[in-house]
């Protein structure tokens, strides 16, 4: 359900999959040093694959599936915990200005609720309100 109500992938399934995954490998890391039973380790290393895959594929952004938007969403809101968390969505804007100067139009769009369109049309509100 949350997969089809967000526009950014879940919080709680990557900071699961993520934690899981550091204390599977060190858990792992054990198992083959120790090689009192080389199958158990190879599960428990098939099993930390598979928790790798599921987590790639959650960190995939949603914007190609986000089809009945008018404006396509800015790319900090759709990115998910490790990309917000480490600035990876802005890497595009930092390699584009390292190759040459930025212009306006270079500049990605921000998050919706601070767009100048709209702020502008609430503070407008806002000054109607006050002078009636």
Request: charged share 20%.
């Amino acid at each position: 359900m949350e997969h089809v109500k967000t526009i950014r992938p879940s919080f709680l399934l990557t900071a699961y999959l993520v934690l899981s995954a550091m204390f599977d490998a060190a858990r792992i890391r054990t198992e083959w040093l120790l090689s009192v039973n080389v199958d158990f380790a190879a599960v428990l290393s098939a099993s930390l694959d598979c928790k790798v895959a599921l987590l790639v594929l959650e960190t995939i952004e949603k914007q190609r599936i986000l089809i009945d938007r008018k404006t396509p969403p800015s790319s900090e809101s759709t990115s998910g915990p490790l990309n917000r968390g480490l600035f990876l969505w802005l890497n595009s804007l930092f390699f584009h200005g390292w190759k040459g100067n930025l212009a306006l139009a270079d500049i990605p769009s921000i998050n919706e609720k601070l767009d100048s369109a709209s702020v502008a049309a609430r503070f407008d509100h806002a000054g109607e309100r006050g002078t009636t």
